[in-house]
């Protein structure tokens, strides 16, 4: 199961080594963090940035390696989004000769970059950004200005402290036109000393949610008073502005600007996946460990994961990180399917590429941080110490739900993608994620033909009722929309029934895309066997989750719902006995998972004992304070009678 998860043998092998580096090295200790002040905290994080890109040199790790150090270094740095965007985004927009100039200088970190596009008033609205680059053709420069204080750059990662030079996305202004938003690098501190170049005023945006968690990040602000950049700094590969001043738009599409969001977003599910992964194996352990109530003639107590209500919270979830981990991979191979496609001016994937990413980064996302905050709940009391993991996890997972994208915002470019899908089905063959829709009159008639628990452990029966689901709620989005004489009008009057549909679209790719890693060869044994078990878990738990949509597009009867719900109870007792199996599975080193709870020992009460005394207030036996403030009171003499 180790391989299956981990992808193949080489990765298994390949992150495993990573893992070890990171945990064995005392640079790379994280159980202080929480207790650090902001300075400290952000100090702490350039060492280890330093010291892992020491590694990557002296060790000369590959980019696939280094990736994972990265990852197991487990604390958010600038070095995520100078990897992450700056390079991707020079990749994806520059002309062959500014990926020459720019790229060796990043890769080699004689610059560090950040992706400066959100502002103060406008986030969601990148055409809404104030910023401008007007062109000088005396000068041949473009002059980039913030004219408002909503144009202030605000929340770019590695902005605030770090980074020598931003992309920067700001309105492009030639011959006094507006042409849109455009990226633009721009040098902002020197390199000799670090100090603000003129014209650019730079700072941190301050403390986030959370102790240590996101806090290790310099989340920066950004101004620009006629900051002045040569011509050739304007990523060109969309449009290009000449020398004499003339704007030229190329055969890509425009939307290729938005490019760097479609491979983050892509990334982001996968790092779901982690993320959830890691909250449920301390939830799994821990709930192994612990034990509640149900003691006879004084033998031990029930441990809590044999309780059914545990169960039904927890093997979802674990069924979820499994999921996920499925739909990354193929969303990765879908992502490499269409940057080769662009390299050779192939467009046509890219608005399926695009709706796939934003409606898998906004499920993923939104179900991993649910899944985190349910974990902790799942440890009881013990899952709200910060020694749990969780905290933490939890308090630097959640702006996923909001970064690259906010997760409404994308489900309602998921659903224009829908509903345009729909309106086309009279003359265009839908294909790729949607080509189900092709069958939209056999979904509308057929109905669910399951009459026992037993029919439900049949993948067909489960596509096809996701796949009746998702068509009908298009359709009848579809139909209402059809209703209104303006269609902006009436997306804007429906966007909350447009979000439920985009949701069905996307948990039946998720369902689709878990049985179709099934049909592939999976070696081991019976770890095809456990896998047919989660995947049914997950789609049932989804669908008992949702009866009511399946209930109301006349899908299912509620007895059919009833049958998936004694199925999935009987699902839970199968997944029981190979849950601990399941989580080790992760590969994840106690470093990684940063968890009493979680401990691969299972050592969980001596060290939370432990633990306890070795936190400041304990370091005396009376507080600091006590003499001031506590004593005091103590030894008044109080002259009221009633006190
Ligand atoms: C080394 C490995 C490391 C891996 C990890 C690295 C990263 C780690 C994470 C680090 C942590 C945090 C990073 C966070 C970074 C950020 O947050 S960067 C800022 C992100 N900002 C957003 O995501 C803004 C969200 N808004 C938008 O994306 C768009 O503006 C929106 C999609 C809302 C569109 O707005 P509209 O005004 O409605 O649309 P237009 O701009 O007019 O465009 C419409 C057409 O364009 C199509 N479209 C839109 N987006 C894309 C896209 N990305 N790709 C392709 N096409 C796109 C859209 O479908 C319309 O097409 P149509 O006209 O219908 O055909
Ligand atoms: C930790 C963190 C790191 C970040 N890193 C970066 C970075 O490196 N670079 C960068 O450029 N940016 C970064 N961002 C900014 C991030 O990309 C934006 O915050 C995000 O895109 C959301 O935009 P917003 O803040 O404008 O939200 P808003 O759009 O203001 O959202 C507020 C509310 O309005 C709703 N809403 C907005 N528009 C609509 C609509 N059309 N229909 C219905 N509801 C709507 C949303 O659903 C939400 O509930 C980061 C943000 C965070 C929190």
Redesign the pocket.
């Known amino acids: 199961m180790k391989v299956a998860w981990a992808g193949s043998r080489e990765t298994l092998e390949l992150s495993d080594r990573m893992a070890k580096l990171v945990a064995n090295d005392p640079v790379f200790e994280k159980f202080t963090r929480p207790m650090l002040g902001r300075k400290e905290l952000f100090k702490n994080t350039l060492r280890k940035a330093a010291h892992g890109w020491k590694l990557i040199v002296d060790l000369r790790l590959t980019e696939e390696e280094a ?1 994972w150090l ?1 990852l197991y270094i487990d604390e958010p740095a600038y070095t ?2 100078h ?3 700056f390079i991707p985004a020079i990749e994806g927009q520059g002309t062959e000769e500014q990926k020459k100039k720019w790229l060796p200088l990043a890769q080699k970190m004689k610059i560090i970059g950040c ?1 400066a ?2 502002e103060l008033g406008h ?5 809404g950004l104030e910023t401008t680059a007007t062109f000088d053709p005396q000068a041949d420069e473009f002059v980039i200005h913030s004219p408002t204080l909503t144009s202030s750059k605000w929340w770019p ?1 590695g902005l605030g402290k770090a980074s020598t030079h931003a992309l920067v996305y700001a309105r492009l202004i030639v011959g006094g036109e507006f042409h849109g938003v455009h990226g633009f690098i721009v040098q902002l501190r020197s390199l000799e000393d670090h100090s603000p170049l003129p014209g650019i005023t730079v700072g941190d945006i301050g403390l986030k949610f959370g102790n240590g968690a996101y806090n290790t990040m310099d989340n920066g602000v950004l101004r620009f008073d006629h900051v002045r950049i040569p011509r050739n700094q304007m990523l060109m590969r969309v449009s290009q502005v000449t020398k004499e001043g003339k704007y030229m738009q190329s055969d890509v599409p425009r ?1 290729l600007i ?2 760097t ?2 491979y ?1 977003r892509q ?2 599910v996968v ?1 779901a996946s982690k993320a959830l992964s890691r909250a449920v194996c301390i939830a799994t352990r821990y709930s192994a460990v612990r034990r509640q109530f149900g003691s006879r003639n004084g033998g031990p107590e029930t441990q809590v994961i044999d309780y059914k209500t545990q169960q039904s919270r927890l093997f979802p979830l674990l069924a979820s990180a499994y999921a996920f981990r499925f739909v990354g991979e193929w969303l990765k191979w879908l992502y490499m399917d269409v940057k080769q496609r662009l390299e050779a001016n192939d467009f046509s994937t ?2 399926e590429a ?1 709706a796939c990413t934003a409606g898998l980064k906004s499920l993923t996302t939104t179900a991993t941080a649910d899944g985190i905050e349910e974990c902790r709940k799942l440890c009881g009391g013990h899952g709200y110490l910060v020694s749990s993991g969780l905290p933490e996890l939890f308090a630097v997972y959640i702006p996923a739900c909001t ?3 906010d997760n409404v ?1 994308l489900l309602l ?1 998921v659903a ?2 829908i509903v ?1 899908t729909v309106s086309e089905l009279g003359y265009k063959q839908p294909v790729g994620t949607t080509a189900y829709m092709g069958r939209v009159a056999t979904l509308m008639q057929n109905n669910c033909a399951v009459r026992t628990a037993e029919d439900w452990l049949n993948p067909g029966a489960i596509v096809e009722a996701f796949e009746a689901r998702a068509a009908r709620m298009a359709v009848a989005c579809g139909r209402q929309l059809a209703k209104f004489e303006n269609p902006e009008e009436g997306f804007a009057e429906l966007a909350s029934d447009l979000v439920e549909a985009s949701v069905a679209h996307c948990q039946l790719i998720v369902v689709s895309k878990f049985i179709e890693k099934l049909q592939q060869d999976i070696p081991g044994k019976g770890v095809k066997q456990s896998l047919e078990i989660l995947c049914y878990v997950y789609a049932l738990f989804l669908l008992h989750k949702h009866q009511g949509d399946f209930l109301a597009v006349g899908y299912l009867t509620p007895k059919q719902a009833l049958l998936a719900n004694d199925q999935l109870r009987t699902l839970y007792s199968k997944v029981r006995p190979n849950a601990i199996a399941l989580v080790d599975s992760f590969n994840y080193t106690d470093h990684y998972l940063g968890s009493i709870l979680g401990r691969y020992d299972g050592n969980v009460y001596p060290k939370l004992y432990e633990a306890a005394w070795e936190d400041p207030l304990n370091d005396s036996d009376v507080a600091d304070g006590f003499h001031q403030y506590v004593q005091p009171i103590l030894k008044q003499k109080l002259h009221s009678a009633k006190l």
Do not use: A
């Open positions: 990736k990265r995520d989004l990897w992450g965007m992706y596009q959100t986030g969601s609205n990148v055409q990662g939307q938005y490019g969001m479609v983050v990334t982001i790092d890219l608005p695009h970064y690259e994208g915002v470019q224009r993608f345009k």
